[in-house]
């Protein structure tokens, strides 16, 4: 690494990082390639398919849009840090896995990490809610229906009105 | 084991598990890893002093070079190698791809290069490769290498290169037609000269590329202790990259070893071996350095296959019932600068124009033009959905010349449930006839167009254009020949500890096939599927295979799974009644046990593999086989027929040409479901897809072939924001081609989309009299025909 590395401290997932990055090192590939945060993907590196939306302090941003260095002082969310425990999908990530909201799994990450900040402000999202944050994600292989479909059925499970996990049958 | 035509009762489909598996809407065991963000793509692996790679890509559609100099970019601190036609040629048995698919047989001077070495022909195409620490050093690199272009004419438009007097495509090409080819049957000119009522179309289509979420990739390592050329790719097709790389490297066989890691989406654009791999693996083997190589977006816009243009000339001859009597007609196929596997994308479309329809006489000239672009091999659908277009068009036109109802022609024409199975007289690519298998076409027309009250939306059309809105209905048939084979493996193994494995040739991209494939093992074997681990997709794990593409694996990796499962079972009970000294009719298979029927008496089928394993000087009982596990690669040519029949709605915008669409129905029959989930899954994507190819994606290139939307913000795929829920209906007819009764599944949703929204867009515009010749429907192409049917109505 050259000497004109700049030293930059977030937080990723709760946890205080610090790491030496060359100033034009974007947030996408300093979480990938110098964290080892690699659920972070990277579709198009301009911004249009959403892989790699994280939260940066709530709020949801394409880290291929983003220089580490703007993420000084950060707090920084991706998808390693949705789960509730290793034994515990969130109850967003339980729905897409119970309603079938993901298949070849590369754009999932970004995708979640936005419905997550939607459903963080709102408890309720009509379907265009859910269907406009999603057109800030490409999905080449679900239709984005059951992605719909699971992100409502998210917002139905925190409020209570269906059981945590549909339960459906896994084994003989 | 080959596949004879019989009842799927006739199988042997033993299964005594109470809750049957198969059929199941199981959840898939690919997701608790995605969605935790842990699955392993191509660019999450990282090896110790692994250099990262960039390609330098000609700026030219068309040029040739005689001299790269790349003494800045050795120089630039960071950079370790740099290689060119050369300079990598030392590494490779040949600097020119063999063939793939290499049955169809052509002058080999047809294929790419690993890297470029004089005459580049589109732009995009790689001429040298730089290995640096880092991806950005890399790519700072490239623009220090200096070539001297000498630019030549370029052929963007495929009907232009068969003009007499057109610049050459490829120098060494005698001309730029790379084939010509016949499909038919029947005498069509006598069925023309005579015929009540005939017409003709000129039709086009351009399908887009694939663009899964996950570009291509690929990272090598040559490991000196183990003399093995490891690979990992982001690929549909890792054995056939296995054999290319032992072929191209000049390695044996037993030195190479492929895996594809998790796959994120292929569509066709990854079952291909594409130079860059070979220039990946080659240039590990020089530096003796793992080597990554990451394509960009922009990358996969230039150097990724697409799949293009289709230029249609038809004659149509119908009786006063609007009976097809002919269908006559010529197909040009943009191929792009090379033909890295073959014609199977034309060919598929030319033996599927008459699709689910009786057409007594057929006849396709087929003309393959090469272009300065990038080469084509199929994307999602692999020239079905063309061929579809083709046949819908046709049947909405002659209902529109002989002012008969849309779906009451189709139903004329159609394939009727008592002539299945139907022969066509065509043949498939392994040259084995074209039989409809079964299925009941009008029935499923009956089933979406009762679904979307077709009668009763004449009325809704009045209604609504009462109120100045122009909307349209509009449906379309599609068959998709599915499970093309020879083979998919499929082994199954219980080792001595108790795992349960499925290794296979098929690859996983995001299907479920993992989920599907042990779904149909654990059938057989009493246990939870997430008790199966499947591998697929690692040449180690299975010596044979040919991988993801054609809607083919769960037909033809299922089938062998699940005779390999059924083997390992019977296995187990043979071995079980010895060691319980009990009648193998006395003994069921249940939760990773075999025990006698009705007692706690039992042994798990880690015990059973304990034995079967073997101990050296102690006996296996008379006649048992070594080892709990069983490999099986099922042989099979004839391909099992999948049928679709769509409606939709769309809503015109006559003002924009914007297309809305308000309601989407589909019905697909897939034979037997192993997954009804996993299938309607499927057809959202494959629907989608093919709304894309009708209404949003061009992949455009200026007249001298430059590449004009590199990127997703010009080159636009459908987001959720314009998709419709779809109403997905099934009706399962089982095919007799196979154990399981299936048909393919993955391209199937697409095929027929783009003429049912064409007929809807048609119909929503009968007051202009717009007539749907093209895909994509743009904007901007549906309102000059607009302007145009407006102008003519009110001449100035």
Known sequence: MSAATRSVQFTVNGQLRSVQVEPRLNLADCLRHSLGCTGTHVGCEHGVCGACTVLVDGRSARACLMLATQAEGCTIETVEGLATSAEELSVLQQSFWDLHGLQCGFCTPGVLMSLTELLRSNAAPSEAQVRDVLSGHLCRCTGYQNIVAAALEAARRMRGETPRQAGMAVSA | ?796
Request: proline share 6%; charged share 20%; aromatic share 6%.
């Open chain 2, 1 to 796: 084991m080959n596949a004879p035509l019989q009842p799927a009762a006739q199988w042997e489909r033993k299964s005594d598990n109470a809750a049957r598996i198969v059929g199941t809407r199981a959840r898939r065991i690919e997701d608790p890893a995605l969605l935790r963000g842990a699955g392993r793509y191509l660019d999450d692996l990282s090896l110790e002093g692994v250099l990262y790679a960039a390609f330098l890509r000609s700026p030219h559609a068309h040029a040739r070079f005689s001299h790269i100099d790349t003494a800045a970019a050795l120089a630039l601190p960071g950079v370790v190698a740099v290689y060119t036609a050369k300079t990598i040629l030392p590494a490779l048995s040949r600097l020119r791809m063999p063939l793939g698919f290499p049955t169809t047989q052509f002058d080999n001077a047809c294929t790419p290069w690993v890297l470029c070495p004089q005459e580049v022909c589109f732009a995009g195409e790689a001429v040298a490769l730089v290995l640096a620490h880092s991806r950005h050093l890399a790519e700072d690199a490239l623009a220090l290498i200096e070539v001297d272009w000498d630019p030549l004419p370029a052929i963007a438009d495929c009907r232009d290169g068969l003009k007499p007097g057109a610049p050459k495509v490829r120098s060494e090409t005698a001309e730029n037609a790379l084939t010509r080819f016949r499909v038919g049957y029947g005498d069509c000119d006598t069925a023309l000269a005579s015929a009540p009522h005939r017409f003709s179309l000129s039709l086009s289509q351009h399908r887009g590329a694939a663009h899964p979420m996950e570009g291509r990739g690929a990272m090598a390592r040559w490991d000196d202790t183990e003399q093995r050329l490891n690979m990992w790719s982001s690929t549909q097709m890792s054995h056939e990259l296995y054999y290319m790389l032992s072929d191209m490297l000049g390695l044996p066989e037993s030195q190479v070893r492929v895996i594809a890691p998790d796959v994120g989406g292929g569509f066709g654009s990854k079952f291909l071996v594409y130079p860059e791999e070979i220039a990946v693996a080659a240039a590990a083997r020089l530096c003796r350095r793992p080597v990554k190589w990451v394509e960009d977006r922009q990358e996969h816009f230039l150097a990724g296959i697409q799949e293009r243009d289709q230029y249609f000339e038809l004659e149509v001859a119908t009786d006063k019932e609007g009976h097809v009597l002919a269908i006559r007609g010529t197909l040009v196929h943009d191929q792009g600068a090379y033909t890295p596997q073959g014609v199977n994308c034309p060919y598929n479309c030319a033996t599927s124009v008459t699709g689910p329809y009786l057409i007594p006489a057929y006849e396709m000239q087929v003309i393959v033009a090469q272009t300065n672009k990038v080469p084509v091999i199929p994307v999602r659908g692999a020239g079905y959905p063309e061929a579809a277009f083709v046949s819908e068009r046709i049947m909405d036109r002659i209902a529109a010349e002989l002012g008969l109802d849309r779906a009451e022609v189709r139903r004329r024409n159609l394939v009727p449930a008592h002539k299945m199975p139907y022969e066509k007289p065509l043949k498939n690519r392994a040259g084995v006839g074209i039989v409809l298998d079964s299925g009941d076409y009008p029935a499923c027309q009956v089933d979406v167009l009762t679904a979307i009250d077709y009668a009763g939306f004449p009325a809704r059309q009045a209604a609504a254009l009462a109120e100045g809105r122009y909307i349209g209905l509009g449906m379309a048939h599609g068959v998709k020949g599915t499970g093309r084979g020879p083979f998919e493996s499929g082994t199954v193994r219980i080792t001595p500890s108790g795992q349960i494995t499925v290794s296979t040739g098929a690859l996983a991209m995001g299907q479920g096939i993992k989920t599907a494939l042990a779904q149909v093992c654990a059938e057989q074997l009493g246990v939870a599927i997430d008790q199966i681990q499947v591998i697929a997709g690692d040449t180690a794990a299975v010596s044979l295979g040919i991988g993801g593409a054609a809607s083919r694996q769960m037909v033809t990796a299922g089938s062998s799974v699940h005779f390999a499962a059924l083997e390992v079972r019977n296995k187990a009970i043979k071995m079980a009644a010895a060691m319980l000294e009990a009648a193998e009719a006395d003994l069921e298979l249940a939760e990773g046990r075999v025990r006698v029927t009705g007692t706690d008496r039992g042994v798990t089928l880690s015990d059973i593999a304990k034995r079967l394993r073997g101990v050296a000087g102690y006996a296996l009982p008379e006649g048992m086989d070594v080892g709990l596990e069983a490999s099986i690669n099922w042989r099979t040519d004839q391909m099992p027929y999948a049928n679709g029949f769509h409606a939709c709605e769309v809503e015109v915008d006559p003002g924009t040409g914007g297309v809305k669409i308000l309601r989407y129905v589909a019905l697909q029959d897939s034979g037997k479901l192993v997954n009804p989930t996993l299938v309607e899954g499927q057809l959202h994507g494959g629907i989608v897809h093919g709304i894309g190819n009708a209404l949003f994606e061009f992949m455009a290139f200026d007249d001298q072939a430059q590449p004009l939307t590199t990127t997703l913000a010009d080159y636009l795929l459908p987001g959720a924001g314009e998709m419709p829920n779809i109403e997905i209906l099934f009706r399962e007819s089982p095919s007799p081609y196979n154990p399981l009764g299936v048909k393919g599944v993955g391209e199937g949703g697409t095929v027929p989309v783009a003429p049912a929204i064409a007929s809807a867009v048609e119909n929503a515009l009968q007051p202009f009299g717009v007539c749907i010749t093209a895909a994509p429907i743009t904007p901007p192409a549906l309102l000059r025909q607009i302007l145009a049917a407006q102008m003519t109505a009110q001449p100035a």
